[in-house]
Nanobody, 124 residues
Framework: QVQLVESGGGLVQAGGSLRLSCAAS????????MGWFRQAPGKEREFVVG????????YFADSAKGRFTISRDNAKNTVYLQMNSLKPEDTAVYYC?????????????????WGQGTQVTVSS
């Protein structure tokens, strides 16, 4: 089993950057593909970016392409989401998720473990 704890959210002006971290417990972190999702008020949770457990494959939502990057440090049991050129429409609670398997998926139903979320607010 894996427990996930996100950090790094906050308030930032449009055009700014944030780096989110997701720390995982357990010794098998490297066995999981990881994903970042977000949920804005009144909207469904949506996929942002995913990373395979080998870090060999990365998947981006169209909204994240060219602005966000994902990386993982298996020695630190941590996955990161670097967000640049932030826009007000990026405002949401951001969640990291772990999936038992090699490949990240875009559907939240494919993930087995979730963090509690961290708020990102982008002001215009």
């Amino acid at each position: 089993q894996v427990q996930l704890v996100e950090s790094g959210g906050g308030l930032v002006q449009a055009g700014g950057s944030l780096r989110l971290s997701c720390a995982a417990s357990g010794r098998t972190f490297s066995s999981y593909a990881m994903g970042w999702f977000r949920q804005a008020p009144g909207k469904e949770r949506e996929f942002v970016v995913g990373l395979s457990r080998s870090s060999g494959s990365t998947y981006f939502a169209d909204s994240a392409k060219g602005r966000f990057t994902i990386s993982r440090d298996n020695a630190k049991n941590t996955v990161y989401l670097q967000m640049n050129s932030l826009k007000p429409e990026d405002t949401a609670v951001y969640y990291c998720a772990a999936r038992e398997g090699p490949i990240a998926r875009m559907s939240p139903l494919e993930y087995d473990y979730w963090g509690q979320g961290t708020q990102v607010t982008v002001s215009s």
